[in-house]
C-alpha cells in the first residue's frame, strides 16, 4: 500500500484528499499542528519536526504539501508569512527527497490563484504562493522521471478558514461572477490532487492547474 503524506490534512483541503486517498487505497499520513487520529503533531516550519515524522511515516511514494497560514489569520511580516507559505513546501520536499522515495514518486503542492493572478491584502500570500508554483517548476524539471511535481490553483474553497466568507458581499460578487455560480467544496480539489499524483498523469510535470470553476478566465 503506497504512502501519502498530507501536510494540514486535519482540516479542509487536506481532510478531503486524506478520505479520497484513502477510498483509493492510498495509505494517507497527515502531518498537521492540529492532532487527528493516527496522524502526526508537526509544524512544517521546523526541520527537525520535518525529520521526526519522515522517520515516523516510513518510505512515501507520494506528497502533498497543502499545510499553510490563512492569507487573512494572524498578522505575519513578510519573511515569516513567506518561510511558513513556501519556505515550509521546500523544507519538507527536500526531507522527503534525502529519504529516497521510491520510483514514479509525485509530489502534489497546493498553491492558489492568489498566486498567479490575484492580489491579496497580506504582503506575503499571493508571493508565498507564486514562490510555490515556481519551486513546483524547478522540482518538475530537475527531478523527472525519478519525481514528477505539480500544483494545484484553488479559487474561493468552502473550508473552515473560509466559514461564512460566502455571505459577506465580497463572497457573493465572487460566486456571481463564478460561472459554476458556487464556491469550490474540498472534494472538487481532492479529485484534481489525487489525480496528478496518480499513474494517469504519468506524463503530466510542471503544471499549475487553475481548481477554481473557470472563476480566473471569465473575470
Ligand atoms: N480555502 C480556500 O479558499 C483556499 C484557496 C486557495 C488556496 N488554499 C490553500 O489550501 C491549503 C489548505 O487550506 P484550507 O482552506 O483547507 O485551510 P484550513 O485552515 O481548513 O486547513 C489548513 C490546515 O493546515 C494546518 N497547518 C497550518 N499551518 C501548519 C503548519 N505550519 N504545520 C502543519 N500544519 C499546518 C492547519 O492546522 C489546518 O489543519 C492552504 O495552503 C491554503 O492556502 C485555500
Redesign the pocket.
Given at each position: 500500500m503506497d504512502t501519502v503524506i498530507v501536510?494540514?490534512g486535519?482540516?479542509?483541503?487536506?481532510a478531503a484528499i486524506v478520505r479520497l486517498a484513502a477510498a483509493q487505497g492510498l495509505r494517507p499520513v497527515v502531518?498537521?499542528?492540529?492532532p487527528t487520529d493516527g496522524g502526526l503533531v508537526?509544524?512544517?516550519?521546523d526541520p527537525l519536526q520535518i525529520e521526526a515524522a519522515l522517520e515516523a511515516t516510513g518510505p512515501a511514494r507520494y506528497l502533498v504539501n497543502?499545510?499553510?497560514?490563512?492569507s487573512g489569520g494572524a498578522p505575519l511580516g513578510f519573511g515569516d508569512g513567506l518561510v511558513?507559505t513556501a519556505g515550509?513546501v521546500e523544507a519538507v520536499t527536500a526531507a522527503w527527497l534525502r529519504t529516497g522515495p521510491p520510483a514514479d514518486a509525485a509530489v502534489v503542492n497546493?498553491a492558489?490563484?492568489?498566486g498567479n493572478l490575484v492580489g491579496t491584502d497580506s504582503a506575503w500570500y499571493s508571493a508565498g504562493k507564486a514562490a510555490i508554483a515556481g519551486y513546483t517548476r524547478h522540482l518538475a524539471t530537475r527531478l523527472a522521471p525519478a519525481v514528477r511535481a505539480n500544483a494545484v490553483a484553488?479559487?474561493?474553497?468552502d473550508?473552515?478558514?473560509?466559514a461564512g466568507f460566502g455571505e459577506t458581499p465580497l463572497g457573493r460578487d465572487l460566486i456571481a461572477r463564478n460561472p459554476m455560480r458556487r464556491a469550490g467544496r474540498?472534494e472538487d480539489v481532492a479529485a484534481a490532487v489525487l489525480f496528478l499524483l496518480s499513474p494517469s498523469a504519468a506524463y503530466i510535470n510542471g503544471v499549475l492547474l487553475p481548481v477554481d470553476g473557470g472563476w480566473t478566465v471569465s473575470q
Open positions: 501536510t494540514g486535519a482540516s479542509g483541503i487536506g502531518w498537521d499542528l492540529s508537526v509544524d512544517v516550519r497543502n499545510a499553510g497560514p490563512a511558513a515550509s497546493v492558489s490563484v492568489a484553488p479559487g474561493f474553497i473550508t473552515p478558514r473560509m474540498p
